[in-house]
């Protein structure tokens, strides 16, 4: 298992979304449904500081802790889910595509998202006007996380709306 931790700088924009997630805040924390991770051997996790996890994993010394750990687990097949679909997933699974056809990972032959187990956020344009941010801002929750799951089955990762786990 491999989890991000979304942890961002303390009162650090990262346009165009609003400050979340940030440093000592406890949002940047595993909610208690998945703390079993943090003491599970098999279990990886990284904090991200920015959008897209692929590029947060990517150390001061230039190596990449994705790469690093597809590579040591052998991973075929990798398995995805999270929020937000059409933001934080949906450019993780992207970068992740083309990282496979870069053959950065050699033995990922997929990259699969489970379209019931990822999630996005509903911010109608007037309140987004409320809040003083720009109308572009909206974000219709329905068609933004459709639209995601669009964008990524038509680079190649496998939308799943059910899955099977082999004992």
């Known amino acids: 298992m491999f989890a991000f931790l979304d942890t ?9 979304y609003p400050l979340h997630c940030e440093a000592r805040s406890g949002e940047e924390e595993l909610v ?14 990284v904090r991200k500081d920015c959008i897209n996890g692929f590029i ?6 230039g190596r990449n802790a994705v790469v ?13 889910v999270g929020i937000c679909a059409d933001i934080c997933v949906m450019d993780f699974v992207l970068t992740m595509l083309s990282a496979r056809n870069h053959a950065m990972m050699p033995r990922c032959e997929t990259v699969s998202v489970h379209e019931g187990v990822c999630a996005t956020y509903d911010l109608p344009r007037e309140a987004a006007e409320s809040l003083g941010l ?12 459709h639209m995601g799951l669009y964008c990524m089955a038509a680079r190649g990762a496998r939308i799943l709306s059910e899955v099977e786990v082999a004992v």
């Open 8 to 16: 961002q700088e303390l009162g650090k924009p990262k346009p165009p």
């Open 32 to 45: 208690d449904q998945l703390k079993w991770f943090e003491s599970d051997a098999n279990a990886t996790l």
């Open 56 to 61: 947060g994993a990517i150390g001061s010394d």
């Open 68 to 80: 690093d750990w597809a590579n040591r687990t052998g991973v075929r097949d990798l398995f995805v």
């Open 134 to 145: 720009p109308a572009t801002s909206s974000h219709p929750q329905e068609l933004s996380h």
